[in-house]
């Protein structure tokens, strides 16, 4: 399938982005996306809120602003009380205001499983558009939350570790607008930007690689890890999709560091409502990660470079 031709499609399907983005004129660009998840986790104000926080990210990786919100909701109303999905529907409103946007409507479905999300519109200057294909060599790349929510969320659900652990030292984070991430970044040379999420560090790393036609470095012992993580992947925990996405890269990876199984688990697991992974000058790192510092609830970290060569992910 050709993609499209639009001349004001400033960002389609090419390179895999996080969400489209359209000129409405030399001023304004909207930025469109959609996304939709299953429960991370049983209480469904904290699922309302990370399934929301997840899709309104995407706006933000590509350097907008969230405008409107429109809810996605399959729920299956004859097996669960309607209770719950009050709480769901009520954990995203609140992160849409949270986010200064508004939640405009959606639509409703019946399904055997509970899944929610957003389809989100937002704003952005055409010349101003961030993407996952503009890093440099020499460029540092910056990741603003921890990995590893792909095997907490199961390690809950198969009792090896407890709801009050994931909602005291994790949901907190998980949950957390990128909003003040990349807004911080923006003040400086942000050359490229994308969100964690399903393909897993790995697999976004690579996205970036492609896009720039460079190969990413990555620092695996500064890589940022949730608490319990790898503690999990060597308890034998794991989840359906770090197979996936390690086979969606083997053939452009190379791993030099000595690392265990359980780390490397760790590249290839699937992110939910992630942080933003920021490629910028390597003379500029050092202060916008004092900057970033600075901001509540962002715990950024250096990860890796952008170096000269072809597409390909080597962690060292």
């Not at 959609?34 to 990786?61: E, M, R």
């Not at 350097?63 to 809810?71: F, H, I, M």
């Not at 969100?195 to 036609?213: K, M, N, P, R, W």
């Not at 053939?251 to 910028?280: M, N, R, V, Y």
Request: with cysteine; proline share 6%.
């Amino acid at each position: 399938m050709a993609p499209p031709s639009d001349p004001n499609l400033l960002v389609g399907i090419e390179t895999a982005d996080d969400a489209a983005v359209y000129r409405m004129s030399d001023e304004l660009a909207v930025i469109s996306t959609v996304d939709f998840i299953t429960p991370p986790v049983d209480d469904p104000y904290w699922f309302g809120q990370i399934a929301a926080a997840n899709s309104i990210s995407d706006i933000y990786s590509m350097g907008g602003r969230p405008l409107t919100a429109l809810n996605l909701v399959m729920f299956p109303a004859k097996h669960l009380d309607m209770g719950i999905l009050k709480e769901i529907l009520r954990g995203g409103h609140d992160k849409v205001a949270e986010a200064g946007a508004s939640l405009v409507g959606g639509h409703t479905v019946d399904d055997e499983e509970p899944k929610y999300g957003l389809c989100v519109h937002g704003s952005v200057h055409p010349n101003r558009v961030i993407t996952n294909a503009g890093s440099r060599p020499g460029d540092a790349l910056i990741l603003t939350k921890p990995v590893g929510t792909g095997v907490l969320f199961n390690a809950v659900r198969d009792g090896k570790m407890s709801f009050e652990e994931l909602e005291r030292e994790v949901l907190p984070t998980v949950a957390a607008l990128n909003a003040q991430a990349v807004e911080t970044a923006l003040a400086f040379d942000l050359h490229a930007c994308t969100d964690i999420t399903g393909f897993g560090i790995a697999g976004h790393l690579f996205e970036v690689a492609q896009g720039s036609d460079s190969t990413v470095r990555l620092e695996f012992s500064s890589l940022p890890v949730y608490p319990g993580a790898l503690e999990m992947y060597r308890k034998g925990v794991g989840t359906g999709s770090n197979l996936p996405n390690r086979l969606m890269v083997q053939e452009h990876l190379k791993i030099e560091a000595t690392l265990s199984k359980a780390e490397e688990q760790l590249l290839f697991d699937p992110q939910t409502s992630g942080g933003l992974l920021l490629s910028i000058p390597g003379s500029q790192a050092d202060e916008l990660l004092s900057n970033l510092s600075a901001a509540d609830e962002i715990s950024a970290v250096r990860v890796g470079e952008v170096v000269d060569g072809p597409p390909a992910l080597v962690v060292v």
